[in-house]
């Protein structure tokens, strides 16, 4: 009995849920790194990014959805609520400037910007050293 009731329930009408991990590039070039986290579908609101006390890049994302069926009459033999959720540590480079990390979401994408520490060279003049 309980094979029809995995019939009628796991169908092509009745679509699953399916979540995993986004896919996240980076990029590095001379001023900074970039990664590129794919987030189709979220908005910026579902995303929280801060630096943990080990000094990892932490961003975590969280995202409910919950239909609400209340013209429905009868009761329920199956209802599924959407809840997706991800946590990424990633330990930086230490040439990162962590004070002028920034973030923005564009067209589906999470883009965090972590700027490279500008190193300074001091100038070398020609000069000549005196014998003592």
Do not use: C
């Not at 630096?51 to 890049?57: A, M, P, Q």
Request: aromatic fraction near 8%; hydrophobic fraction near 35%; avoid cysteine.
């Amino acid at each position: 009995m309980p094979e029809i009731f995995n019939d009628f329930f796991d169908n092509s009408w009745m679509e699953r849920t399916n979540y995993t991990a986004p896919a996240i590039n980076v990029i590095e070039n001379e001023k900074e790194y970039e990664l590129e986290l794919a987030a189709p579908g979220l908005n910026k609101d579902d995303f929280k990014i801060h630096l943990d006390n080990e000094g990892n890049l932490v961003i975590h994302m969280e995202k409910k959805t919950e239909t609400n069926d209340e013209k429905k009459k009868g009761r329920f033999l199956r209802r599924e609520f959407s809840y997706e959720k991800f946590h990424q540590s990633l330990l930086l480079p230490d040439d990162v400037d962590i004070e002028k990390i920034e973030a923005k979401m564009e067209n589906g994408v999470l883009n965090v910007v972590l700027p490279k520490i500008v190193k300074v060279t001091p100038s070398v003049e020609h000069r000549t050293i005196d014998i003592k």
